[in-house]
C-alpha cells in the first residue's frame, strides 16, 4: 500500500528558506524503476511539476526552480524532501509529493504518479 504525508508547509517572505518532507512508503514493493516528485498548484490551474527524483537518483526540475530547489531522498527513514531557497511570491501554491510505481522507458511522466499526498500549502510573500 502506498501512503504519502507532506509537512513542512508555511509562510516565509521573499527570499527565505523552506523544506518540505514527505513520509512515503509502499511504492518500492515490487523491483520495478519507480519515481517520486514533487508538484505545485496555483488556485484555478492544473498541477504541474516541480522536480522529480527516479530510483537510481537521477533527478529533474522545472527551469524556474534550478539552482534554487532541491529534491533528495533519505531511504532510511523512507522521507522525500524538497529543500526551497531563495522563494518568490511567484513559488506560492499548494505542493504536493506524489509517487509512481513504475517508468515509462526511464521517463517519470506525470500520467505515472498515481499516488498522491494531501498537500501542503507554501506562501510566500514580498
Known amino acids: 500500500q502506498v501512503q504519502l504525508k507532506e509537512s513542512g508547509g508555511g509562510s516565509v517572505q521573499a527570499g527565505g528558506s523552506l523544506r518540505l518532507s514527505c513520509a512515503a512508503s509502499?511504492?518500492?514493493?515490487?523491483?520495478?524503476?519507480?519515481?517520486l516528485g514533487w508538484f505545485r498548484q496555483f488556485p484555478g490551474k492544473e498541477r504541474d511539476g516541480v522536480a522529480t527524483?527516479?530510483?537510481?537518483?537521477?533527478?529533474t526540475y522545472k527551469d524556474s526552480v534550478k539552482g534554487r530547489f532541491t529534491i533528495s531522498r533519505d531511504n532510511a527513514s523512507d522521507t522525500l524532501y524538497l529543500q526551497m531557497n531563495n522563494l518568490k511570491p511567484e513559488d506560492t501554491a499548494m505542493y504536493y509529493c506524489?509517487?509512481?510505481?513504475?517508468?515509462?522507458?526511464?521517463?517519470?511522466?506525470?500520467?505515472?504518479?498515481?499516488?498522491w499526498g494531501q498537500g501542503t500549502q507554501v506562501t510566500v510573500s514580498s
Open positions: 509502499g511504492y518500492t514493493d515490487n523491483e520495478n524503476e519507480y519515481c
Open positions: 527524483i527516479r530510483s537510481d537518483g537521477r533527478t
Open positions: 506524489a509517487a509512481a510505481t513504475e517508468t515509462a522507458g526511464g521517463y517519470c511522466f506525470v500520467r505515472l504518479f498515481a499516488y
